[in-house]
């Protein structure tokens, strides 16, 4: 399994169970993102306007398809100022990256500022990605991973992802498409999201 682990985690998580009956839950269909759900709250620093990235979302197939993701698509009940959604492309064992503020290639350690590049090489998400990783290939991690970052810039008023759909088709199925439902609700603090999902996950809350 990939290791999660970073040393810029400006994060807390709160593990939780969600799914949508509507759609197929990581792991359930072809593509998954091996992950289940929860909450993801980052302070906001001094200065503004910022910039938070979300990850640990690692594509891969579970059935060994090879999968073409069409479009990802987000809910966001408090708007950000953009959303780009990136792909980190990493060859060997590596942890991923939960949350950190900044933007790739490089993320701010919330102790000093200082800045700390994570390995991989990073590219803008384009419609037409092929998946082809299997998800239980043994020495997955070793062989490196895709992961998938949200990078999310906000003004004082902060914003939230409630939720994120990965639009795709299977080879061999052109015509009919699936999504798979990434149930993670990912939270940059500002003065519009205070007592967005938890009355306390801003309260307080400053990074930098």
């Known amino acids: 399994m990939v290791p999660l682990g970073l040393g810029v985690i400006l994060a807390t998580v709160f593990l939780v169970t969600t799914a949508d009956s509507r759609q197929q ?16 709250v980052m302070g906001d620093p001094e200065q503004k306007p910022w910039t938070g990235s979300f990850g640990s979302f690692f594509l891969c197939t579970e059935t060994g398809e090879a ?30 990256i939960i949350s950190a503020r900044g933007e790739p290639p490089e993320f701010f350690d919330p102790k000093d500022s200082s800045r700390h590049r994570m390995e991989g090489s990073y590219s803008a998400f384009r419609p037409g990605l092929r998946v082809t990783r299997h998800c239980g290939r043994p020495g997955a991690a070793e062989n490196g991973f895709t992961e998938l970052l949200f990078v999310v ?4 008023g902060g914003g939230v992802i ?31 999201t205070r007592g967005i999902h938890d009355e306390d996950s801003c309260t307080g809350r400053t990074d930098g």
């Open 25 to 40: 839950r990581s792991g359930a269909g072809a593509l998954s993102v091996r992950t289940g759900g929860g909450l993801v």
């Open 67 to 96: 999968v073409t993701i069409r479009r990802i698509r987000q809910d966001t009940p408090v708007p950000p100022l953009g959303i780009s959604v990136q792909l980190r492309e990493v060859t060997t064992d590596a942890p991923g």
């Open 153 to 156: 810039k906000v003004d004082g």
């Open 162 to 192: 409630d939720r994120a759909w990965i639009d795709y088709t299977v080879d061999g199925e052109p015509t009919r498409s699936y999504t798979t439902a990434i149930n993670w609700v990912m939270v940059l603090c500002g003065t519009e």
